[in-house]
């Protein structure tokens, strides 16, 4: 429905405000200059908050960038930051009191303003080696953006077989609605949690890896090939969207339960 079709038809009674405010939504974004284009309302159309790549960015529009969004929203996501803007990025946002939280070996941050309730589902976060730790810390907080309470343990790849049980127990003890596993090199972690959980899992391929099916190939095309069913796969080193992925279901269980 077009705006004035929208407004019509709640003029006359035929869509409630909830529903107009609704495909009202659709419509909300916010320009900043020539710059960039903030779909400020899709964490409340998709429960996904704001992402900024910054890889490609310079400092200064990524500052202009999140200072609009966070003037609308209370959460957005900075992933890919440069070397050099990181330090510069943090300090801009004390100036501006804005609460930053950091990931362990991370290029991303996750800026908001009030603080975080962990009122969503529960995610468990798993990597096969101390390497796949970044790419899963970026995974972590765009889940925490979403509410979501995560469970993360490390190091627990099929090198050390043995060390993977005692996590996947407690993950089942504690819950969890959604298991990410990141992992490089072959990538074989993710279908051996798969086998071995009835919880939907996201495979998280990282670039880990060297020689024949370096940079996180090989590890892919495992994940991809994976005969366990239930194990669903994102693109090589796709903290961000694994997040997301992962923590719409555990929200979505949320949901489910509390209609009940």
């Given at each position: 429905m077009e705006i004035e079709e929208i407004l019509r038809s709640l003029e006359k009674g035929k869509i409630s405000s909830d529903t107009a405010k609704k495909l009202l939504s659709l419509y909300s974004i916010e320009k900043i200059e020539d710059i960039a284009k903030i779909d400020v309302n899709r964490r409340k159309r998709r429960g996904i908050p704001e992402v900024i790549f910054a890889e490609t960015k310079q400092l200064e529009e990524i500052k202009k960038i999140l200072k609009t969004t966070l003037e609308k929203t209370n959460f957005v996501m900075i992933s890919r930051i440069k070397k050099e803007h990181y330090p510069k990025i943090i300090s801009f946002c004390k100036r501006l009191k804005i609460k930053v939280k950091t990931g362990k070996n991370s290029s991303s941050l996750l800026l908001y303003k009030k603080p975080i309730k962990f009122h969503g589902g529960k995610v468990g976060i798993i990597t096969a080696g101390t390497s796949d730790i970044a790419v899963a810390e970026e995974a972590r907080l765009m889940c925490e953006a979403m509410n979501?309470?995560?469970?993360?343990?490390?190091?627990?790849?099929?090198?050390?077989i043995q060390r993977i049980f005692p996590i996947l127990k407690e993950m089942i003890n504690q819950e969890v609605d959604c298991i990410i596993v990141a992992a490089g090199m072959e990538g074989a972690l993710a279908t051996l949690v798969s086998a071995m959980v009835d919880i939907p899992v996201i495979g998280l391929p990282t670039s880990v890896g060297y020689g024949y099916g370096e940079k996180g190939i090989a590890a892919l095309a495992s994940m991809l090939q994976s005969c366990s069913?239930?194990?669903?796969?994102?693109?090589?080193?796709?903290?961000?969207?694994?997040?997301?992925?992962?923590?719409?279901?555990?929200?979505?269980?949320v949901r489910k339960s509390s209609k009940k």
């Open positions: 979501c309470k995560v469970f993360s343990s490390y190091d627990v790849g099929v090198a050390g069913l239930g194990l669903s796969v994102v693109n090589i080193d796709g903290g961000i969207a694994a997040g997301a992925n992962a923590a719409n279901i555990a929200n979505r269980v």
